[in-house]
């Protein structure tokens, strides 16, 4: 009879412990704040994003044209970067190739 009872003690306590928790879960946690959005003006133009390293693989003269531009400083951001690695591995493979005879 003592078994029956302790069960019974544990699921009231485990029955009230997630009431009491849906419950407070208001309280203790809040649901956070939307703003509210603006509408963006239309002068400002979203940055274009860098072309990815796989792209000048693929177009390596572009790729050359990009480093040669960042080199004097009329090309700027991301696409610097990109371009240089994929030059690298154009060479690489080709270096590569040589040296294996293929």
Known sequence: MS????????LVTL??????????????????????VTSPSPITEAPSEARATQYFVA????????????RDGSVRGGE???????IIKVDAEERRRRFLGN
Do not use: N, S, W, Y
């Not at 078994?3 to 544990?10: A, F, L, M, R, S």
């Not at 610097?80 to 994929?86: I, L, P, R, Y």
């Open 3 to 10: 078994q029956g009872k302790t069960i019974i003690i544990v």
């Open 15 to 36: 029955l009230v412990g997630f009431a009491g928790g849906f419950i407070l879960r208001p309280i203790i946690a809040p649901m956070q704040q939307t703003a509210a």
């Open 59 to 70: 177009h390596i003269d572009e790729a050359r044209q990009v480093v040669a531009g960042c």
């Open 80 to 86: 610097c970067a990109t371009a240089e690695e994929g």
